[in-house]
């Protein structure tokens, strides 16, 4: 597993910019053709992938179809689940949780699922745990499934938790698609609590949109892993049914 995340490491637009433009200039000196070529493709990859309008387009597919959980929604389930995904979503993710918990008018249990399959040890886990004890939830509400390291693991050991009962879904929007068609998969009954939408919901874009920026290479990266991600699912279970 660490091997493939190593693999689709390389496959996100950040890494293949930056491997075209090492080896583009390793090879001026000998094959100053080729490096040259190499790199006008690492500068247009960079230009591409780093414009608003690219980033949104590849969120576009994964976020249009969500919307964040309202008041009436919460009666819906007693029970949170939290899928991790990094320091940089996870305070995002924890804060809908506590807007839900607060929102509802009922005892809530909270689970939090994953861990880092490069860093087994991470203490993610806890520090969301810690980040909902301080702000007032009960301990005993709070459930750690430290365990699984991808979305098909997160399924799998989230469903013994919860059974078959509903519960919020709590998980980056961009991430929403693939985790409620994996969760469809077991038999779940996820409620999509979205949270960290990235595209920006413009009429019309502005020159300033097709100026290069770091932030829309990130979104790129985060929504090619998504689709990568799909790609790779929908595969498995392809040729687990021949």
């Known amino acids: 597993m660490v091997l493939l995340k190593i693999i ?39 230009f591409f992938f780093s414009i608003t309008p690219v980033s949104d387009f590849l969120l ?13 929604d919460v009666g819906e389930a007693e029970k949170v689940v939290l899928l991790l995904g990094g320091r940089e979503s996870n305070v995002l993710r924890g804060s809908e949780v506590l807007r839900i918990w607060h929102l509802s008018e009922q005892r809530m249990k909270i689970i939090i699922s994953g861990t ?24 005993d509400d709070i459930v750690i499934e430290g365990k699984s390291s991808n979305t098909r693991e997160n399924v799998a050991n989230v469903q013994k938790i919860v059974e078959e009962k509903p519960f919020f879904l709590v998980t980056s929007a961009y991430h929403m698609d693939r985790s409620l068609t994996e969760f469809g998969r077991v038999g779940a009954r996820p409620i999509p609590a979205p949270t960290d939408f990235r595209r920006r919901r413009v009429l019309s874009y502005r020159a300033f949109d097709f100026v290069p920026n770091a932030q829309n290479l990130r979104n790129s990266d985060l929504a090619v892993h998504e689709h990568l991600g799909m790609v790779y699912y929908r595969l498995i279970y392809f040729f687990a049914n021949k």
């Open 8 to 46: 689709q490491g390389f496959l996100l637009p950040s890494a293949f910019i930056f491997l075209f433009a090492v080896f583009g200039f390793l090879l001026l000196k000998k094959k100053k053709k080729l490096g040259r070529t190499l790199l006008l493709f690492s500068a247009f990859f960079y």
């Open 116 to 139: 880092d399959p490069l860093v087994p040890t991470s203490v993610e886990a806890q520090a969301v745990r810690n980040f909902f004890v301080h702000r007032g939830v009960d301990p």
């Open 60 to 72: 576009m597919a994964l976020e249009e179809k969500y919307r964040p959980v309202s008041v009436e």
